[in-house]
């Protein structure tokens, strides 16, 4: 069963850019031959991480998104562990997140469309403003009753 995933994973600052995509295209190649499709390599750069890795401070970050088998991802995070060029790595699984934002989405947009049509189709009549209100309200005699309430009796 194929399945989406998210590969992140830190290079050492200190390898050339050159390097870094040699080994990129090394696993590209990898996930390829496993039956794998990558779907999109996004090369972040050079940022600084949360606490120090391995005597680093920096490192470049670099995610693949893929659809594979389970066998591909364990083949992968083999290769990442055993690569003298990588300081950390993590896989996602995200085929559900996505399948559960989809949801969301659907329901989100069928309430939409039954909000648009249990809208009224005139505008509600227009309620006077407070200005209007106070200029139409009788005027309050000074010592006498105050014009809305019940008169006593």
């Given at each position: 069963?194929?399945?989406?995933?998210?590969?992140?994973?830190?290079?050492?600052?200190?390898?050339?850019?050159?390097?870094?995509?040699?080994?990129?295209?090394?696993?590209?190649?990898?996930?390829?031959?496993?039956?794998?499709?990558?779907?999109?390599?996004?090369?972040?750069?050079?940022?600084?991480?949360?606490?120090?890795?391995?005597?680093?401070?920096?490192?470049?970050y670099?995610?693949?998104?893929?659809?594979?088998?389970?066998?591909?991802?364990?083949?992968?995070?083999?290769?990442?562990?055993?690569?003298?060029?990588?300081?950390?790595?993590?896989?996602?699984r995200?085929?559900?997140?996505?399948?559960?934002?989809?949801?969301r989405?659907?329901?989100?947009?069928?309430?939409?469309?039954?909000?648009?049509?249990?809208?009224?189709a005139?505008?509600?009549?227009?309620?006077?403003?407070?200005?209007?209100?106070?200029?139409?309200?009788?005027?309050?005699?000074?010592?006498?009753?105050?014009?809305?309430?019940?008169?006593?009796?």
């Open positions: 069963m194929t399945r989406i995933y998210e590969e992140l994973f830190i290079v050492k600052p200190d390898a050339s850019d050159e390097e870094v995509d040699a080994f990129v295209e090394t696993l590209r190649t990898q996930l390829t031959a496993a039956g794998a499709t990558v779907d999109k390599i996004d090369k972040w750069g050079k940022r600084r991480l949360a606490y120090r890795v391995d005597k680093y401070r920096e490192g470049t670099v995610l693949f998104q893929f659809t594979s088998e389970p066998t591909g991802v364990k083949e992968l995070e083999r290769r990442l562990r055993v690569s003298d060029i990588v300081l950390k790595f993590l896989t996602v995200i085929d559900e997140t996505l399948k559960r934002l989809d949801k989405k659907k329901d989100r947009d069928k309430r939409a469309a039954k909000r648009a049509a249990n809208a009224p005139s505008p509600a009549p227009a309620q006077p403003s407070l200005a209007q209100q106070m200029t139409e309200a009788p005027a309050a005699v000074p010592g006498g009753p105050m014009p809305g309430l019940p008169k006593e009796g």
